[in-house]
Every structure is written in structure tokens, then in C-alpha cells.
């Protein structure tokens, strides 16, 4: 997936001749701490709200606007995983897409990516989930997928959390089967540690939970 096909078609962009006070009326009407401003098609930069706030002047135009710290942007061609990047290291809630000449097409949300994210990584499928730690020297993709298939299973969604202190890797992955057993076994007796695992029962409640929290707190 990449951006182009990320983008939110129901929020404008503001525009320059727009004041403070009408970005924060939109951002409390979509739910968002950042939106994008243009002139024109020129992308200028993404106004936060924040900052709007501590400016406590909600009648000046966004043209007086400082935007030399808020310019954020991925180009239309950007693969998810790069917006994600981008998202989290500026700490955002939206982000502007841009053409190859910099015109401003659209706006990715981060309620966007958790929906991507939430069916790329088969959330709605039923089956389990196994937590392994090991050695990023001794990570094998083709070797996990093998345990998992021998055991009449198969792999529906798999990714790899690196601990920046540490060469330890964590492996999550989620099978098509609840019961998880023979597969655990199987890890074991290839010397893999499982540090956790989770049957459907056990982690569907907790997902919604979670899920139900973050979108409150988005439609704060």
C-alpha cells in the first residue's frame, strides 16, 4: 500500500486566508491535532494545534503562520511504512500527501493507518497468537513459517520488533488455529523461547478494549 491510496477525501486542507480560529474549529470537527494548509496547490506546511493555542490570537490569518517547523509531508509514491515513520517521528495525527512537484493531492489520519494496519495484519481473523524472542542472528523466516506449516498451520500475519539496547529480536505472529499447542511444542523443541501466547478468547476483548480507548481518545 502506498500513500495515494491512504488518502482521506473528506477533509479539506485549510488555506492561508483561513484564521486560527477556524483551524481549531476543524480540527475539533475531524477530531485532529494537525491539518494540512495550501495556497493554491502549494503545500505550506501542517498548522498544530498546539501551537495555536499558545498563540492565543485566533483572528490572524495562517498566511502569518509559522510553518518553517511544521512541514511535514510524504510524497504520493511513499509506502505505508514510511508514512507511519514519518507520523511517529513528528508526532502526528494527520499528514499531508504531495505529488512529485510538490503539490499538495491530499491527507492521510492516523485513523487511517490503524484500519489499514488493523486488516494488513489479519486482526479479523480468527486464530491464535505466539510471541517469540531470539538472537537477530538466529531469526529465519523460511524456519518459522516451516514449524508453523508442519503443524497443519498457516501464517496470516507476521512482524519483527528490533529492542534498540539489545540484538534480541521479538517475532509476533498470528496463526489460523486456536489451538496452539503442538506449534509451541515444535518451537520448543527447535530451542526458540515463547515468552506468550494467546488463544482468540484471550486477546479479542483486549483488542476491542484497546481499540475503543484509542478511539475515544481520537474523538476527544
Not at 501542517?46 to 493555542?53: P, T
Not at 523443541?189 to 481520537?218: G, H
Request: net charge negative; charged share 20%.
Amino acid at each position: 500500500m502506498i500513500a495515494r491510496n491512504l488518502i482521506k477525501n473528506n477533509i479539506p486542507p485549510l488555506k492561508t486566508t483561513d484564521t486560527c480560529g477556524k483551524a481549531l474549529m476543524w480540527m475539533n470537527t475531524f477530531h485532529l491535532q494537525h491539518l494540512p494548509v495550501v495556497n493554491g496547490t502549494h503545500y505550506e506546511g501542517m498548522v498544530s494545534e498546539n501551537q495555536l493555542l499558545d498563540s492565543n490570537n485566533p483572528g490572524i490569518t495562517l498566511k502569518d503562520y509559522p510553518f518553517e517547523d511544521n512541514c511535514a509531508f510524504v510524497l504520493q509514491g511513499a509506502h505505508i511504512y514510511e508514512v507511519l515513520k514519518v507520523m511517529n517521528e513528528q508526532h502526528l495525527t494527520a499528514i499531508a500527501v504531495l505529488d512529485e512537484e510538490r503539490a499538495y493531492l491530499g491527507l492521510i489520519t492516523l485513523e487511517n493507518l490503524l484500519e489499514y494496519f488493523g486488516q494488513m495484519n489479519a486482526a479479523q481473523e480468527p486464530g491464535g497468537i505466539i510471541l517469540l524472542e531470539m538472537p537477530a542472528y538466529n531469526y529465519s523466516l523460511t524456519q518459522i513459517a516451516q514449524i508453523i506449516e508442519t503443524n497443519n498451520a498457516r501464517v496470516l500475519s507476521m512482524y519483527v520488533t528490533t529492542h534498540p539496547d539489545t540484538e534480541m529480536l521479538e517475532v509476533t505472529i498470528k496463526v489460523n488455529i486456536t489451538d496452539l499447542n503442538a506449534i509451541i511444542a515444535t518451537f520448543e523443541r527447535y530451542n526458540y523461547e515463547v515468552t506468550a501466547s494467546f488463544q482468540e478468547n484471550d486477546y479479542v476483548e483486549d483488542i476491542k478494549e484497546r481499540l475503543d480507548e484509542l478511539m475515544n481518545y481520537l474523538n476527544i
